[in-house]
């Protein structure tokens, strides 16, 4: 009776350990809980905020783990990129840069570029002038379309929503990055890459706190090309 007893448990033991994540978030550690909740632009979507800056050596460094992460994130999971503006002077003209980037659609393309022109170039493309003369010289992407959304009717009011988010979010460093608007990830604590691991941690938090079933995995395509060899081959 003492054998079957322990053989239970023992089992009933494993069935719990293996119903479990295998190494969920732990608050205080890899993340904890803002203060000031983060409103979604998307409410449908578990948005992964990030507030960065152009001129911050960290978030360059964060730029490429974190874009080349999102491209796994599920159809539920979005990136949101938004600059922070502290001191208006300097950062008001990088938020109207990063505002046109995200109107143009071509943050992925144009972000490594502007964060590389100030870090290794250190031209201050915060500066009206100095963007103007910039963007148009620029191959690795298209300039002139961000140019053209920089002088645009709604990218100044973009800024200034990211300056009021600055403010109302309470965000004090750069990068921050906040999953489902109310889970910071403590980069400084576990890194960028291992960061990553607990972005995903959290978005599954998030979509079970919503009651959210998680996408199914996307059936891969296969090419016209494959399916015609396919045919040929079964008619012979």
């Not at 009206?128 to 100044?156: E, I, M, T």
């Not at 600055?166 to 990055?177: A, K, R, W």
Request: with cysteine.
């Amino acid at each position: 009776m003492k054998t079957t007893l322990k053989t239970t448990a023992f089992a009933a033991f494993l069935a719990l350990a293996t119903a479990l994540p295998a190494s969920a978030a732990t608050e205080g550690t890899d993340y904890e809980v803002v203060k000031a909740e983060v409103a979604p632009l998307q409410k449908d979507k578990i948005e992964v905020t990030e507030f960065f800056a152009y001129w911050c050596p960290h978030c360059k460094d964060l730029e490429p783990i974190l874009l080349k992460h999102a491209k796994t994130f599920k159809k539920d999971t979005v990136l949101r990129t938004e600059h922070i503006v502290w001191d208006e002077g300097r950062d008001f003209g990088f938020a109207r840069l990063a505002a046109a980037v995200k109107q143009a659609g071509l943050r992925d393309q144009a972000d490594p570029v502007i964060f590389e022109a100030f870090a290794s170039q250190r031209i201050d493309l915060g500066k009206d002038d100095v963007l103007r003369q910039w963007l148009p010289a620029q191959s690795a992407f298209d300039g002139k379309k961000v140019l053209a959304a920089y002088d645009s009717f709604s990218n100044k009011n973009m800024a200034e929503q990211m300056k009021k988010w600055t403010e109302q979010y309470e965000i004090t460093g750069t990068p921050t990055v906040i999953v489902g608007g109310k889970y910071k990830v403590n980069f400084q604590q576990i890194g960028f890459d291992a960061g990553m691991k607990v972005i995903d941690d959290l978005v599954q938090k998030v979509r079970d706190e919503r009651g959210m079933k998680a996408p199914a995995a996307a059936k891969p395509v296969r090419s016209l090309g494959a399916r015609f060899v396919n045919k040929v081959a079964k008619a012979k």
